[in-house]
């Protein structure tokens, strides 16, 4: 059959995995060649400036084209002027994920007041600063006074009492910019002012994890002697643009910033996307950047974010929270009639316990059964729908016995622990009115009396008006071990990725006033600004500033950790390089470190490029330093199993085949002042390359000064570029949030009569090319293609070839699913003829050469029809 390759015009959309990022159609950014050619570099017939980017440290500007020329037609445009160097695809961001634990309620009384939270942590007990050693720094008086750190988020609610309470010279929060204002969502054009204030909460917890002040609940930011400055990026909701991020990366810069969160970012992997090449620039101009790894743990390996990905940049993993705090509301409850005593539960959802003056009822007396409420409740249960029913937890799912006892008639359901402490949980059970959980101790008290024939009686109020406390119990599965969403690296350069990281699972921190005060999130967004907090303490010590030695002291001194999977079974060996980084931070450690190593990690890249590397180790001490060396290996992580696309976390192969590692030194004595290269060979493990294992390990520095550092190592078995990159290619609908495949691969789509202009108001459905990329590409080129069939009529009869979309090297596509969507229109503003057509995708290899044929993968899509009405 013969085929005729068309071109596709307009490119609407990438989405890659959990964190979507988004080609903006038409429109770019542009980097000048020097700043006096401002005014004539964009005089270009068609191309409408958006956005100023006019730093020190960046020239350009933000372009949208008036017309629907393919992304690569529009970027040669664009080069073409000679005062223009470099132009990048303008994309969308995500806005921040974290997971929430629990927000504060809102209550009448205000969460500020003595009655509604009393929780000390005295003498810095809080648990995520003991992880980090913050807690030592901080008993020494140092608390980060100095330093300016610049928060890049969704702005911070500064009317907080534990954040300053006001705005400006003088306050906590001495300065920012909001640079898309209260509606922006990331799809419409920005309304900038100068007053950050926070409307979605995530920027707000942020900065508490920094520098919140004494407050009602006793604890502080880990540095709280700051200085912090405010740029807002998102709206109250929805996306943001890169332009808008690297204006927001610039202008921290500019205005003094030592050190820069950012607790954002999307799926990239590539060193050159342009959120990377900025923030590069910025580390080099000697401010620290610190970026969230990204929460697509599940994903597998080689989900490395933008910007955590730039040069420099200390990227951010995270770890559980030793302690869950918990928020308990008071409640009330009396035996057999006598004196009123109170209790505190965990309130759950759903969580309507206003007014209950219910008896309890328990299926067993026996407090040490581990499936309790598991099975249906027997025949000669009694009606519950007049009863709080309490059952033991354990075995089975929360669900499983909500669901029990609502077959039988109850609303209400509590239950008590089965270990120390109380969690929050939450059920979907149709006429279940209210759950919640009180302690083990508590419940098998209850159980005592019930089973002496006692009555208790449960007496509740309102759970949002009531009296609360914040708890922490410990969190003895996973504490202290890898957050089971933290994302993997390496980069599809072959980069370590993460750094190292700090506690992100379980943070208490602020939250807007307006929306609780309080919460508790999960997430690397969380574990960033722990590190930037850390950056400015150990700068204290220090001080110094430097990215560079700041990163590698820190990297130097990490504990790393065993690998333990999210149900908590712990495995013999340390956590992958890929997922850990050197380890989590322990900031005194660092602070006084007289021993500096060159470098924060030892890339090896893949097998087919693998080059020997070195290291320097330096003494600043007053003292002679003698260093023993070793290695020790942490598990290799195999990124594939018996298919192409890479396997999920849980569910990746790890294993204990480790490299074997030749160092040139492996005792160096180094005088005061003095320092020693020590050179590095790798031979990687003997397993299966195919399923392109990535291994590394640490190599052990410890001196005779009594200090014990290591350097993270890694590398990949195998050849990067043989890997098939390109899965599938399948027709979708525009209007379908899920992509989702058409219903029998092939549909009809219906256009309104050539007046499709502005794609943003298209109510139509779209045909989408939905492609399923095993691995990251540097190169995609999208075309379209006849079927035959075609309608005669008013419409284009040549339409040329098939090209690379964007077409730049600059536009590195992630892993995942990536959607272009196409309204049928051509370059030259004609429209195809009704018709069957099926989409195209070729996608280049990692390191593969674009004019060689056999380095790209070829996928076609089912057919799809278009029609006119």
């Not at 508490?208 to 604890?219: D, E, H, M, R, S």
């Not at 506690?503 to 722990?530: F, N, Q």
């Not at 290269?677 to 640490?698: E, F, H, I, M, N």
């Not at 089912?862 to 006119?868: A, E, K, L, R």
């Given at each position: ?197 926070d409307c979605a909460g995530h920027g707000t917890h942020v900065a508490g994890i920094v520098a919140a002040q004494p407050n009602k609940l006793g604890f502080t930011g880990a540095a709280p002697g700051v200085k912090l400055a405010s740029y807002r990026v998102f709206g109250c909701s929805g996306f943001t643009e890169n332009d808008v991020l690297i204006a927001a990366f610039l202008r921290a810069q500019q205005e003094g910033a030592n050190i820069i969160s950012a607790s954002l970012g999307a799926a990239s ?541 600059s536009d590195e596509s992630p892993r995942g699913l990536v959607t272009y969507t196409w309204n049928g229109q051509l370059a030259d503003k004609t429209w195809v003829a009704p018709g069957s057509y099926r989409f195209r995708v070729s996608a280049l290899h990692i390191f593969g050469n674009a004019s060689d044929a056999k380095q790209w993968d070829v996928a076609e899509s089912p057919s799809f029809t278009i029609n006119y009405r």
């Amino acid at each position: 059959m013969f085929w005729k390759s068309y071109l596709l015009s307009l490119l609407l959309g990438v989405v890659a995995g959990s964190q979507p990022l988004q080609v903006v159609p038409r429109a770019f950014i542009v980097e000048y060649e020097d700043a006096s050619q401002l005014t004539s570099a964009l005089d270009i017939p068609g191309v409408k400036k958006t956005m100023d980017l006019d730093f020190e440290l960046f020239k350009g500007a933000t372009v949208e084209f008036d017309n629907i020329k393919p992304a690569g037609e529009h970027i040669a445009q664009l080069l073409a002027s000679p005062a223009i160097k470099n132009v990048w695809p303008k994309k969308r961001i995500p806005a921040p994920d974290p997971f929430i634990d629990w927000v504060a309620p809102r209550a009448p009384a205000g969460l500020e007041s003595d009655q509604m939270f009393k929780r000390s942590y005295s003498n810095d007990t809080f648990s995520p600063h003991i992880m980090t050693q913050v807690d030592k720094l901080r008993a020494k008086g140092i608390t980060g006074k100095g330093v300016k750190i610049a928060i890049i988020d969704t702005g911070i609610d500064y009317t907080h009492p534990a954040l300053g309470g006001c705005f400006g010279p003088g306050c906590l929060v001495v300065g920012g910019h909001d640079f898309v204002g209260d509606k922006y969502n990331g799809t419409n054009y920005p309304v900038p002012d100068n007053d950050p204030m926070d409307c979605a909460g995530h920027g707000t917890h942020v900065a508490g994890i920094v520098a919140a002040q004494p407050n009602k609940l006793g604890f502080t930011g880990a540095a709280p002697g700051v200085k912090l400055a405010s740029y807002r990026v998102f709206g109250c909701s929805g996306f943001t643009e890169n332009d808008v991020l690297i204006a927001a990366f610039l202008r921290a810069q500019q205005e003094g910033a030592n050190i820069i969160s950012a607790s954002l970012g999307a799926a990239s992997g590539w060193s050159e996307e342009v959120g990377n090449v900025v923030v590069a620039r910025i580390v080099a101009r000697g401010v620290s950047f610190i970026a969230s790894a990204g929460n697509s743990g599940d994903q597998g390996l080689f989900v490395e974010s933008t910007p955590a990905g730039g040069k420099g940049v200390a990227a951010i993993a995270s770890y559980d929270n030793t302690q869950t705090p918990v928020l308990s509301v008071r409640g009330y409850y009396t035996v057999s009639g006598g004196s009123k005593q109170s209790f505190e539960y965990a309130n759950g959802s759903p969580d309507n316990w206003t007014d209950v003056n219910l008896p309890i009822w328990t299926p067993s007396f026996d407090t040490n059964q581990t499936d309790q409420g598991c099975d249906p409740f027997p025949d000669n249960t009694p009606d519950l729908s007049n009863k709080v029913v309490l059952i033991r937890r354990g075995t089975c799912a929360w669900q499983t016995k909500a669901e029990n006892a609502v077959a039988r008639g109850a609303k209400y359901v509590m239950l008590y622990n089965n270990v120390p402490g109380k969690i929050l949980i939450a059920v979907d059970v149709q006429n279940l009115t209210a759950i919640g959980l009180v302690t083990g101790t508590l419940g098998a008290t209850w159980v005592r009396d019930l089973a002496a024939g006692k009555v208790v009686t449960l007496d509740m109020g309102n759970p949002y008006t009531s009296p609360m406390s914040v708890e922490e119990n410990p969190n003895n599965l996973t504490g202290g071990f890898l957050s089971y969403y933290t994302s993997w690296g390496p980069s599809f350069e072959a980069n370590i990725s993460p750094t190292f990281g700090t506690p992100g699972g379980s943070i208490l921190s602020t939250w807007p006033v307006a929306l609780g005060s309080y919460a508790v999130l999960s997430g690397t967004s969380m574990a960033a600004p722990l590190t930037a907090a850390i950056y400015a303490l150990v700068s204290n010590v220090r001080k110094s500033t430097d990215p560079s030695e700041l990163r590698n002291v820190l990297a130097a001194t990490a504990k790393p950790v065993l690998q333990a999977d999210p149900d908590g079974t712990i495995s013999p060996f340390l956590a992958p390089i890929a997922q850990q980084g050197a380890g989590i931070a322990q900031a005194f450690d660092a602070a006084y470190a007289n021993t500096v190593l060159s470098d924060s990690n030892l890339a090896f890249n893949d097998t087919v490029r693998l080059t020997d590397k070195s290291f320097t180790i330096s003494n600043t001490g007053h003292e002679a330093v003698t260093y023993e060396l070793d290695v020790i290996g942490a598990a290799t992580a195999y990124t594939f199993s018996d298919s192409k696309k890479p396997d999920p976390f849980p569910g990746l192969k790890l294993d204990n085949s480790f490299a074997t590692v030749h160092l040139s030194e492996y005792k160096v004595t180094i005088p005061a002042g003095g320092k020693s290269k020590v050179a590095v060979k790798v031979t990687p493990p003997s397993v299966d390359a195919a399923r392109l294992p990535v291994y590394g390990g640490y190599i052990q520095i410890n001196g005779t000064n009594g200090e014990k550092l290591s350097l993270p190592y890694q590398g990949i078995l195998g050849d990067l570029n043989a890997h098939t990159v390109l899965n599938m290619t399948y027709v979708s609908r525009s209007s379908d949030p899920d992509n989702a495949p058409v219903s029998g691969g092939n549909s009809t789509f219906l256009f309104p009569q050539f007046n499709i202009t502005d794609i943003k108001n298209i109510k139509d459905d779209l045909p989408v090319a939905a492609i399923d990329m095993y691995f990251g590409s540097p190169l995609l080129k999208v075309e379209i293609l006849s079927t035959g069939n075609l309608t005669s009529g008013n419409y284009t009869a040549n339409l040329g070839q098939g090209i690379e979309l964007p077409g730049s090297s600059s536009d590195e596509s992630p892993r995942g699913l990536v959607t272009y969507t196409w309204n049928g229109q051509l370059a030259d503003k004609t429209w195809v003829a009704p018709g069957s057509y099926r989409f195209r995708v070729s996608a280049l290899h990692i390191f593969g050469n674009a004019s060689d044929a056999k380095q790209w993968d070829v996928a076609e899509s089912p057919s799809f029809t278009i029609n006119y009405r």
